[in-house]
């Protein structure tokens, strides 16, 4: 799932809080497995050749940089004061996908002006979201290299996995720093994201933008939900 379109925190974060990890160990423990699920999918669409080496090198240090400076804020603000707007960007950008809006249309340049100082503030805002709260990151990704750089969403999956693994890298660092991965969970978790994200990558590639919609659109509802009960009092997740 994660590797189609983001989202697989939903699932693997309150799994690790139900097995009983403290919520910083739960959420650093998740970005310890969470990479090789990254890399293991980056390396399929690689093989399709939907990464794009320009972008890439724009988008891995300034979405590192960004996460950094992300969580550091978080250290002196309340993520939770996002929420009300997440929500609402939720929506819109499920509205968006549903309708197709975000495909290329004929007769749209391929490639816009400017594509660098796109890519570099697409990778230093959702770089810092990542690391300052951190929902729907992947699906916000997507939905702004397909809207803003006309890119076909199994390009733009592509590349916004890319993006992620560094904000998730940068999140890691962090994490485990302080401590707070537990690598005897992690390491076997790992393995078995090397498969999903390869496996769901190869999916992507081969079923295209028809799946990539569907499982966008999932993953944004279970998102929205989950903000809902969050804001409700009753949290799933930290």
Do not use: C
């Not at 310890?32 to 090198?57: E, H, N, P």
């Not at 729907?136 to 750089?149: E, K, P, Q, S």
């Not at 720093?177 to 081969?206: C, E, K, N």
Request: aromatic share 8%.
């Amino acid at each position: 799932m994660d590797a189609i379109a983001g989202g697989g925190g939903l699932i693997t974060v309150p799994i690790l809080l139900v097995a009983g990890l403290p919520p910083h160990a739960a959420l650093g423990t998740n970005k310890g497995q969470s990479v090789f699920g990254s890399a293991a999918a980056i390396f399929r669409y690689r093989m399709a050749g939907l990464v794009d080496g320009k972008t890439a090198r724009i988008s891995i240090p300034v979405g590192f940089a960004g996460s950094v400076a992300g969580a550091a804020l978080a250290l002196v603000l309340r993520p939770e004061v996002l929420r009300p707007v997440v929500l609402v960007l939720l929506v819109i950008v499920a509205a968006l996908i549903a309708s197709g809006r975000l495909r290329p249309r004929e007769g749209e340049p391929s490639t816009p002006a400017h594509v660098g100082a796109i890519v570099a503030a697409i990778a230093l805002v959702f770089g810092a979201y990542d690391g300052f709260f951190g929902p729907g990151v992947g699906t916000f990704i997507i939905a702004a290299f397909a809207g803003l750089l006309h890119r076909p969403l199994a390009r733009a999956t592509a590349d916004a996995k890319v993006l992620n693994f560094a904000s998730n890298f940068a999140a890691l660092v962090m994490f485990a720093s302080r401590g707070a991965v537990l690598w005897a969970v992690a390491l076997p978790m790992a393995a078995t994201q090397i498969l999903g994200g390869f496996f769901g990558a190869h999916l992507a590639v081969r079923r295209g933008e028809g799946l990539i919609r569907a499982v966008v659109l999932v993953v944004v509802a279970a998102l929205a939900l989950w903000l809902l009960k969050d804001m409700s009092g009753a949290r799933w997740m930290p």
